[in-house]
């Protein structure tokens, strides 16, 4: 599968488990979507949705007890759920990069940046030290770091947090990935920093080809950055499409409520929606549909049955709604008034 069209990621059925001493929680349930070279995927949803876990299964980075308890992950359509760490070790640095909220996550304190750029580069691609040493300093300038020639020579603490974060894109641009993860890339930096960093991902990840997993709060960010969101809720796959319909248009209600509730997207004249109630605990996921006992539009089908994502007008669906049969007998007191 390496056709012109073929999705340079697929997942396919993720399911991610925890053991307890309780029994077994389903943090990511039955998760299915594609990525096309290139493309900019934003994930959102509410805290504890499983976001940072299904990314961190397609880097490989599951902390143990959590794990891949079913379904597939491919990449170049290659498997890549079910590799050895050393062979993942290997992918993550040479066809997924990283990003994470922290940069210092990624960045030892104890070596000087161009240390650890030369290793990585080195580690992916066949360089001389000094080939290396000029491909990281053109590296750092590409992600606007003034005086790379200097710079590279210092230590993660000699930098601000903005110019931090820089050098982690610079780290995860190394050795041409096809594809960053980036959770929560610029929720510890400084508010005028953000736009700054988000522009800049977007302007190399463009430029290398390079798609985008980009798990965010900010739907200003979505707005601006992605070509499709993918909505989560409680492990699940709530809604996913285009980005424009997914903001404007939602087809699911948890959707138009997440839009909702952000005052700067919902338009004039629409009356605001709120979700009343909180996203489930793993240990308390309803039948069903997850997100029934919040949902105004519930019928009975929906605290039986549980939705899989179909067809909605612009936008892929996990809501009976879309589904010839409906969501069944309303609940008197759901029914619009
Ligand atoms: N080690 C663990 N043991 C048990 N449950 C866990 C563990 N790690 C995560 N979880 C649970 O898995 C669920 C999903 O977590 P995840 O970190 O993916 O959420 P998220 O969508 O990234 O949330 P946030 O927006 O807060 O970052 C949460 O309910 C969390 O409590
Ligand atoms: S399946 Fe039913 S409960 Fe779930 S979002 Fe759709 S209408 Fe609401
Ligand atoms: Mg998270």
Redesign the pocket.
Known sequence: MTGANAPLLEVRHLRVE?P?RRGT?V?VDDVSFDLAPGEVLGVV?E????????GAAIIGLL?P??RIAAGEIRLEGERIDNLPYEKMRRIRGAKIGAIFQDPLTSLNPLYGIGRQLIETIQTHLPLSAQAARARAIELLKEVGIPGAETRIDHYPHQFSGGMRQRVVIALALCANPRLIVAD?PTTALDVSIQAQIIALLKKLCREHRTAVML?T?DMGVIAETADRVAV?YA?RLAEIGPVRDVVKNAAHPYTRGLMGSIPSIGERGHRLTQIEGSMPR?TEIPKGCAFNPRCPDRGDRCTRERPELMPAPTTQAACWQYDPAGVGTKARETVDA
Do not use: D, Q
Not at 47 to 54: E, P, R, V, Y
């Open positions: 925890f307890t929680l943090a949803g805290s504890g949705a499983g976001k940072s876990l299904t902390e007890p959590g929560e798990v709060h989560m492990g793993l």
